[in-house]
């Protein structure tokens, strides 16, 4: 049915569902050893960490989760060309989320003992998609076909938005009180941010009421509205220009935008009793506990010249007339063109400026030392977006929970993060850290299914930092000698 494989198309293109998929390190979150990663989790993360500088030279991650369609017969371990997809099957609502990072040279500096600071640019985008329930098979032809089996499910409904920016920030933390037992680190990221892209579609209220005496029936289309929009520098992209053209002017006719983070941590000291010659303790704590508010901010955008809104229906917009309307469509201007046919009022969006708030959330992290260099960790994630945006645009995280074993030294480590997501996915990952590099999954069923690569992701850094501790204050576990008996 090649309208409704259209549409489909069109939302999970617009969504960015198959491009880059945010800060998500998830294995090291909580990690005293990889400051530098951990700052746009928690910029108060930066100060409690042995050496005296970090570079992440380099950093990727890439997460997503859907119900929509499913990959099958691809593995990591062959080719891409083997692999095929196909539309689930079913009766409930569709979702599909999909964030990813590009971090270049993000560095921390300590200051001290008692402060930091980080800095680093990045490249993120998020991207979700929602719709009302719907039941779905794939041997439909046509959208009669479709509403046949739908018609308990009105209205209908679609949102999708996707969002994506280029990224400077600044960090700063440091220790705003201390005692015998307790220590209280703060920070804060300011972030300059360049919208990249930003697009938007909803589809609200559409309902259909059964024509009488069609065979087969025929359905009438009485209420719908529809909003379909996207960045403006897409349309300074141009076939006859030059790569590098291209990519001046599409970063020229983006807008700016900012964000902040904040955070802080409270360590609680170990009260082991150790040699009276062993100064090495300073940053040893038997638990850690971390609380921020990360992506307060938004990014700008400006309408392209196709980007439309609609509202009312023509009277006599039936299923057979939006087939044949559909049929020959395949780009937005020819799909505008169509659209105008068949609903009461159509207005440009072209030129009008739009915020999209960026996925504001707040982070709860617990650490808990065990032995040695056994750790365990705990991260909860709360998205606030949705309440700080108001009626504005907004994207939001995929993260809900994690639970993470670690053993880890400085140069060394080994995590099982087991995760639950926003949309209910259960996932256990793994990671290590050999040196510099840190590399991780966030669903093994990369490597032990063929049916799981629209669920999951994964994560790599190249990190270098300086042999020498803060202030040469150590951390006996760096060295991984017993602490408790």
Same mark, same amino acid.
Request: proline content about 3%; aromatic content about 12%; overall charge positive.
């Given at each position: 049915?090649?309208t ?9 293109l *617009? ?7 945010a800060?998500?390190y998830q294995?090291?979150?909580?990690s ?8 746009l989790?928690?910029?108060a993360?930066i ?10 030279i ?12 499913r990959?099958?017969?691809?593995s990591?371990?062959s080719p891409?060309? =083997?692999?095929?997809?196909r ?5 409930y609502?569709?979702k599909?989320?999909?964030q990813?990072?590009i971090?270049?040279?993000?560095g921390?500096?300590?200051i ?10 990045? *490249?993120?985008?998020y991207?979700?998609?929602k ?10 032809? =046509? *959208? ?5 089996? =739908? ?10 938005v ?6 400077l920030?600044?960090g700063?933390?440091?220790?705003v ?12 990221n ?7 892209f930003?697009?938007n ?7 259909v009421?059964? *024509? ?9 289309v ?8 996207y ?7 141009n ?24 955070g802080?941590?409270?360590?609680f +000291?170990?009260?082991? %009793? ?20 990360v992506?307060?901010?938004f ?22 007339? %939006?087939n044949? +309307? ?8 020819q799909?505008n ?17 739009? +915020? ?7 982070n ?7 032995n ?11 998205n ?9 645009l907004?994207?939001?995280d995929?993260?809900?929970f994690?639970?993470?074993p ?12 087991l ?6 996915n259960?996932w256990?990952g793994?990671a290590?850290?050999i040196?510099?590099?840190?590399i991780?999954?966030?669903n093994?069923g990369y490597?032990?299914?063929q ?13 270098i930092?300086?042999?020498g501790n ?13 602490r408790?008996?």
């Amino acid at each position: 049915m090649k309208t409704m494989k259209f549409l489909l198309s069109t939302v999970l293109l *617009i969504a960015g569902i198959t491009g880059l998929k945010a800060q998500g390190y998830q294995a090291v979150h909580g990690s005293s050893y990889i400051g530098s990663l951990n700052a746009l989790h928690n910029p108060a993360s930066i100060v409690n960490v042995p050496s005296k500088w970090e570079l992440a030279i380099i950093g990727v991650q890439a997460k997503a989760a859907t119900n929509i369609v499913r990959v099958e017969n691809f593995s990591i371990f062959s080719p891409a060309s =083997n692999s095929e997809y196909r539309f689930l099957s079913g009766d409930y609502k569709r979702k599909a989320n999909a964030q990813a990072n590009i971090n270049l040279l993000n560095g921390r500096v300590a200051i001290g003992k008692n402060s930091a600071f980080s800095f680093g640019a990045n *490249i993120r985008t998020y991207n979700n998609l929602k719709t009302s329930g719907y039941n779905f098979i794939d041997t439909l032809d =046509n *959208i009669g076909q479709f509403i046949d089996m =739908n018609t308990e499910q009105q209205p209908f409904s679609l949102n999708t938005v996707s969002s994506g920016w280029l990224e400077l920030f600044a960090g700063y933390g440091r220790t705003v009180y201390e005692d015998a037992g307790l220590r209280v680190n703060a920070g804060a990221n300011l972030k300059l941010m360049r919208g990249i892209f930003g697009n938007n579609a909803s589809m609200s209220n559409a309902s259909v009421v059964p *024509i009488s005496n069609t065979n087969p029936t025929q359905y009438d289309v009485r209420t719908g509205a529809i909003v379909h929009g996207y960045s403006y520098n897409f349309d300074q992209w141009n076939k006859n220009n030059s790569n590098a053209t291209n990519i001046r002017n599409f970063y020229r006719y983006s807008l700016g935008g900012f964000a902040f983070d904040l955070g802080a941590e409270l360590l609680f +000291k170990s009260q082991a %009793i150790g040699s009276v010659n062993d100064d090495d303790s300073y940053y040893d704590y038997d638990l850690k506990l971390g609380f921020a508010i990360v992506d307060i901010g938004f990014n700008q955008f400006k309408y392209g010249k196709n980007s439309v809104q609609t509202s009312g229906i023509r009277p006599g917009t039936t299923n057979v007339v %939006i087939n044949q +309307k559909m049929a020959a469509v395949d780009d937005r201007a020819q799909f505008n063109d169509s659209l105008a046919t068949l609903v009461t009022t159509m207005s440009t969006l072209k030129g009008y400026t739009y +915020k999209i708030f960026n996925p504001t959330r707040i982070n709860l992290n617990a650490d808990y030392f065990i032995n040695g260099a056994w750790y365990i960790n705990a991260d909860l994630t709360v998205n606030v977006a949705k309440f700080i945006a108001g009626k504005n645009l907004y994207v939001k995280d995929l993260s809900l929970f994690s639970i993470t074993p670690r053993w880890e030294t400085n140069r060394f480590g080994a995590y099982l993060p087991l995760h639950v997501t926003q949309e209910g996915n259960f996932w256990v990952g793994a990671a290590g850290k050999i040196g510099p590099l840190v590399i991780g999954l966030h669903n093994l069923g990369y490597i032990f299914s063929q049916k799981t690569i629209q669920n999951g992701g994964f994560y790599m850094a190249l990190i270098i930092k300086s042999g020498g501790n803060s202030e040469n204050r150590g951390d006996r576990r760096l060295n991984c000698p017993p602490r408790k008996q």
